[in-house]
């Protein structure tokens, strides 16, 4: 069903939808940005209208709400193991606002966690089945995006679908709450769905990726370039590593917590191994590996594109690099060009 909502009807919606389910969306925090004088753009809880931000990309993705950057997965305390517990509010109905390439970025973290092996990671699993989405339709692509070409621009997987235009906020309810909250707040209108049909930016992704690339010199540029500091994937929507660190309580060593924490392939030391082994320690090896696992790996395990082009990484980047840049030339090189 479709309806038509004036802005003081979705106000109305939402502050029903609030009152029953946790809610979360873009929202801003006024001179918290990067840069001095600049707001952060990013998830947050959303307790009505006025905090959702409609026309910016956020810097960071949506996968914080059922993917936690920490986690306490279990307590051991003189020998005995408790697995930890969700809070009474995280076993919530939660809806999450979010886009497109974010959308289908969820599908690329639940082929992770929940189809990757012999049995679903039961932490994600756990949050993730009280997580619902809400597509906010782009009606023109932001800077930096290339959702076209990674064929993200267009999502599936949510309750319902929503956008400003002329001054109302259309929706397309496919399950309920929104089919009974829209037939409450809205009127019935004709609504189709709006996608992003072209990006500034066109990433040629190649069909394939020879292994007599993996020694190519393009990779030394990163060598030099990049700083480490992994911004790049902690951005990232689809991005799931993470590292496990033991906890021991001061007041008790015989007690203490296993936590999971996002990590990242980019870091310094996550690859590091006992006897003081490391793999990748050079930066430029650890662009190689993220940018062919996006484009190449992921897509022979699963059928698709790790990437889905939303640009955060290169927005945050502070060497200003490109993995569009990076897949671009790839893509020159395998069909016999020089490259960028």
């Not at 990309?57 to 996968?63: E, V």
């Not at 997965?73 to 974010?102: H, N, P, Q, W």
């Amino acid at each position: 069903m479709e309806y038509k909502l004036t802005p003081a009807g979705l106000a109305a919606l939402l502050d029903e939808l609030v009152t029953s389910r946790r809610v979360f969306g873009p929202v801003r925090y006024a001179g918290k940005g990067r840069l001095a004088g600049t707001d952060l753009i990013t998830y947050g809880p959303v307790k009505g209208l006025a905090d959702v931000v409609w026309d910016a990309r956020t810097t960071f993705s949506p996968k914080e709400v059922f993917f936690p950057v920490k986690e306490s997965l279990f307590y051991f305390s003189d020998g005995e193991i408790t697995e930890s517990a969700l809070k009474a509010s995280e076993i919530l109905e939660t809806v999450v606002f979010l886009r497109a390439c974010d959308l289908n970025a969820v599908t690329r973290l639940d082929k992770i966690f929940l189809e990757n092996g012999p049995a679903a990671d039961n932490y994600y699993a756990r949050r993730r089945q009280h997580t619902h989405f809400v597509l906010m339709e782009c009606q023109e692509s932001f800077p930096g995006c290339f959702c076209v070409s990674m064929g993200t621009n267009r999502a599936t997987g949510h309750q319902a679908a929503l956008r400003p235009e002329g001054g109302y906020y259309l929706l397309q309810a496919l399950a309920e709450p929104w089919l009974s909250l829209g037939e409450r707040y809205g009127q019935p209108a004709d609504v189709e769905p709006v996608w992003v049909q072209k990006n500034s930016l066109t990433v040629k992704v190649p069909d394939r990726v020879d292994t007599s690339l993996f020694q190519h010199e393009l990779w030394r540029e990163y060598s030099s370039r990049c700083i480490a500091c992994g911004r790049c994937t902690l951005s990232c929507p689809t991005c799931s590593c993470f590292s496990v660190q033991d906890i021991f309580y001061r007041d008790n060593p015989e007690r203490g917590e296993r936590r999971r924490v996002w990590a990242s392939c980019q870091i310094d030391g996550f690859t590091d191994m006992a006897g003081g082994h490391k793999v990748r320690e050079d930066r430029g090896e650890r662009m190689r590996f993220k940018v062919l696992h996006k484009i190449d790996d992921f897509r022979r395990r699963f059928g698709i594109n790790m990437c889905v082009g939303c640009g955060r990484c290169e927005e945050v980047c502070p060497e200003y690099i490109s993995f569009a840049r990076c897949v671009n030339t790839l893509s020159q090189l395998m069909n016999g060009g020089a490259g960028a």
